[in-house]
Nanobody, 124 residues
Framework: VQLQASGGGLAQIGGSLRLACVAS????????VGWFRQAPGKEREVVSC????????YDAESVQGRFIMSRDNAKSTAFLQMNSLKGEGTAVYFC??????????????????WGQGTQVTVSS
């Protein structure tokens, strides 16, 4: 089981980035997927999550209306479209998978498979 996160980089405040999480070694459609982030000196926090079928999503209050999570199970890939980026969005972003196809999973402890993280830096 492997998850590979990509798409991070440098963006300006108000800009956009699109992260991708590619899964290999397992059928991603059997898993809920989540994006999490960890800013310097802070604990890792949930950003957005999506159910296995992609029918239900959850967004943390801090990103509601700006971030959109989606998935393409045929390509074993989940995405996080980040718009209207703010400075507090600077963090390492991780994707993770939880073996639960039916519901959105928002608790970090339920996620056992994690990608390596991709750095997002938002600057003015």
């Amino acid at each position: 089981v492997q998850l590979q996160a990509s798409g991070g980089g440098l963006a300006q405040i108000g800009g956009s980035l699109r992260l991708a999480c590619v899964a290999s070694g397992f059928a991603l459609d059997e898993y809920a997927v989540g994006w999490f982030r960890q800013a310097p000196g802070k604990e890792r926090e949930v950003v957005s999550c999506i159910s296995g079928a992609g029918t239900d999503t959850y967004d943390a209050e801090s990103v509601q209306g700006r971030f959109i999570m989606s998935r393409d199970n045929a390509k074993s890939t989940a995405f996080l479209q980040m718009n209207s980026l703010k400075g507090e969005g600077t963090a390492v972003y991780f994707c993770a998978a939880a073996q639960n196809r039916l519901v959105v999973v928002t608790t970090q402890s339920s996620y056992v498979d994690w990608g390596q993280g991709t750095q997002v830096t938002v600057s003015s």
